[in-house]
C-alpha cells in the first residue's frame, strides 16, 4: 500500500527556521516525483513544488521559487519542506503528494498533512 | 501561469439529485485535467485524471469530461458522502495550477 506519512504539527514564531518530513513507503521512492502543496486556512490548494528523489531534481513555481527549499533523502525515503525564516504568512496546511506519472501528472497518492501554526 | 476558473463556488443539491461542476482554464490544456475531492480534514482524494479516466476506486457516478478550455465534473446521483470541496487542476503547464474549488453542498 503507497503511503506518505508527514511529520506533525508545529508551532513557530517569525524568523525561526522549519523542516518539516514525508516518508514515502510501499512504492519506489526513487522512481516519482513528490510535490508539496499549501493550503491557507479556509482557502484553496496552491503547488509549490517538486522533487524526484532518485537525482534530487527540484522546481519550483515562481511564486514559491527562494521562498522555500524542497529536498529529500532516499536513502529514508523522505522528502523534506524548510523554510529559513517564517512569516505569519506562511501559516497554512502543507500537503506532500506523489505524481503519478512524471514531472508534469496528477497527485495520486497524498500525506495526511502538517500544520504550520507561525504565531509571536 | 493557467488560471483554472470554476464554477459555481458554492453549490447545493438534494441527495440522489446530479451535480455538475465546471472548471474553465485560461489556455488549453487539452485533456491534462484532473478533478480532486477535499472533505474537512482531510487530504484531497484524487477523483479524475485525463479529463475522464476515474482514479482506482473511484465510483462510476463520478464522471468527468472536456478537453481544451472546458471541463466538467458530474456527480450522477448524490451520496450524503459526496458533499465536499471539488478542486480541478492543470497539468499541461508548468507551474501545475488549481482552480479555487467549488464547494457541493447539502440542499
Known amino acids: 500500500e503507497v503511503q506518505l506519512v508527514q511529520s506533525g504539527a508545529e508551532v513557530k514564531k517569525p524568523g525561526e527556521s522549519l523542516k518539516i518530513s514525508c516518508k514515502g513507503s510501499?512504492?519506489?521512492?526513487?522512481?516519482?516525483?513528490i510535490g508539496w502543496v499549501r493550503q491557507m486556512p479556509g482557502k484553496g490548494l496552491e503547488w509549490m513544488g517538486i522533487?524526484?528523489?532518485?537525482?534530487?531534481?527540484?522546481r519550483y513555481s515562481p511564486s514559491f521559487q527562494g521562498q522555500v527549499t524542497i529536498s529529500a533523502d532516499k536513502s529514508i525515503s523522505t522528502a523534506y519542506l524548510q523554510w529559513s525564516s517564517l512569516k505569519a504568512s506562511d501559516t497554512a496546511m502543507y500537503y506532500c503528494a506523489r505524481h503519478g506519472g512524471g514531472v508534469s501528472s496528477t497527485l495520486d497518492y497524498w500525506g495526511q498533512g502538517t500544520l504550520v501554526t507561525v504565531s509571536s | 501561469e493557467i488560471v483554472m476558473t470554476q464554477s459555481p463556488a458554492t453549490l447545493s443539491v438534494s441527495p440522489g439529485e446530479r451535480a455538475t461542476l465546471s472548471c474553465r482554464a485560461s489556455q488549453s490544456v487539452s485533456s491534462n485535467l484532473a478533478w480532486y475531492q477535499q472533505k474537512p480534514g482531510q487530504a484531497p482524494r484524487l477523483l479524475i485524471y485525463g479529463a475522464s479516466t476515474r482514479a482506482t476506486g473511484i465510483p462510476a457516478r463520478f464522471s468527468g469530461s472536456g478537453s481544451g478550455t472546458e471541463f466538467t465534473l458530474t456527480i450522477s446521483s448524490l451520496q450524503s458522502e459526496d458533499f465536499a470541496v471539488y478542486y480541478c487542476?492543470?497539468?499541461?503547464?508548468?507551474?501545475?495550477?488549481f482552480g479555487q474549488g467549488t464547494k457541493l453542498e447539502i440542499k
Open positions: 510501499g512504492y519506489s521512492f526513487t522512481s516519482y516525483w
Open positions: 522533487i524526484y528523489p532518485g537525482d534530487s531534481d527540484t
Open positions: 487542476q492543470q497539468y499541461n503547464n508548468w507551474p501545475l495550477t
